[in-house]
C-alpha cells in the first residue's frame, strides 16, 4: 500500500498542487535539518556574504533561512503556494517570518532582482518540464553578473525526456545546455543529504554567471 495520500490537483505548475500537499504535510522531499554542502559554503564565504542579496525560489518550509540570515545575507525567499508559505513561516522565529513571502518567481514586477545569489533545493525539479527553458532564462536574468546559482540540483545521465515527477529529474547534458549559454560551472559533487525521494541523484553544484552572457528571448 502506498503512503502517498490521494491528491485532486495534478497539474505542478499549479499552486493548488502544493497547496494540497503542504496542507497534508506530504513533502517528501524537505529536509530535516541544515544541509551539509551548504552549511559548509556559508562557513567558507565568511564575512564576505555580508549585506549581500540571496533568492531562494521555491523556499517552502525549508530549513536554510535562519543560517542563511545569520550569515548576513539579506535573503528573499519566496513560494507561489500560500500553504507553503504559512508552513515556512511557522517554523521560522517572528523575527524572521518575514523573509519569506508569496511570490511568483517568473513574475518580474514581484521578484525584479538583480541578486548576487540564488539558492537551488528542489525548484528546479518542481517545475514541468515545458518550463525549464523559461526556469534557466529567468534565473540567469535575476542573477548579476559575477554571482552565482548555487546549490542542490536533481540530475542523472541519460535521464528520460518526459520524467515522471514532481521531482522531475533532469538529464545532466540537458541541464548543462540549458545553463551553459549563462553560466560556468564551477563546482559538482554529490550531495551528503540525499533524501530517497532522489533516489540518491542530488548534486551540490555552483554556477557562476559570465559577465558577458546576452540575456535576451
Same mark, same amino acid.
Given at each position: 500500500m502506498? =503512503?502517498?495520500?490521494?491528491?485532486?490537483? &495534478?497539474?505542478?505548475?499549479? $499552486?493548488?498542487?502544493?497547496?494540497e500537499r503542504f496542507s497534508a504535510g506530504f513533502t517528501p522531499w524537505q529536509l530535516p535539518s541544515m544541509p551539509q554542502r551548504l552549511a559548509r559554503w556559508l562557513a567558507e564565504r565568511g564575512s564576505e556574504l555580508s549585506r549581500t542579496n540571496l533568492l531562494v525560489p521555491g523556499a517552502g518550509a525549508g530549513p536554510e533561512l535562519p543560517a542563511l540570515a545569520a550569515a548576513g545575507l539579506r535573503v528573499d525567499a519566496i513560494d507561489y503556494a500560500e500553504a507553503a508559505v504559512r508552513a515556512g513561516q511557522a517554523r521560522l522565529v517572528p523575527a524572521l517570518a518575514p523573509l519569506l513571502r508569496q511570490a511568483d518567481f517568473f513574475d518580474a514586477a514581484a521578484v525584479p532582482g538583480p541578486y548576487r545569489y540564488v539558492y537551488e533545493r528542489t525548484f528546479a525539479c518542481a517545475l514541468p518540464t515545458e518550463m525549464r527553458a523559461d526556469w534557466a532564462w529567468r534565473v540567469a536574468q535575476l542573477i548579476e553578473p559575477g554571482g552565482e546559482l548555487l546549490g542542490y540540483f536533481y540530475v542523472m545521465p541519460d535521464a528520460p525526456e518526459r520524467p515522471r515527477g514532481p521531482p522531475f529529474v533532469y538529464d545532466r547534458a540537458l541541464l548543462d545546455a540549458l545553463l551553459s549559454p549563462y553560466f560556468t560551472l564551477v563546482e559538482d559533487e554529490?550531495?551528503? =543529504?540525499?533524501? $530517497?525521494?532522489?533516489?540518491?541523484?542530488? &548534486?551540490?553544484?555552483r554556477w557562476l554567471r559570465q559577465p558577458r552572457a546576452a540575456i535576451t528571448r
Open positions: 502506498s =503512503d502517498t495520500p490521494a491528491f485532486s490537483a &495534478r497539474n505542478a505548475a499549479e $499552486p493548488a498542487f502544493w497547496n554529490p550531495s551528503p =543529504d540525499a533524501l $530517497p525521494v532522489f533516489g540518491g541523484h542530488e &548534486r551540490w553544484m
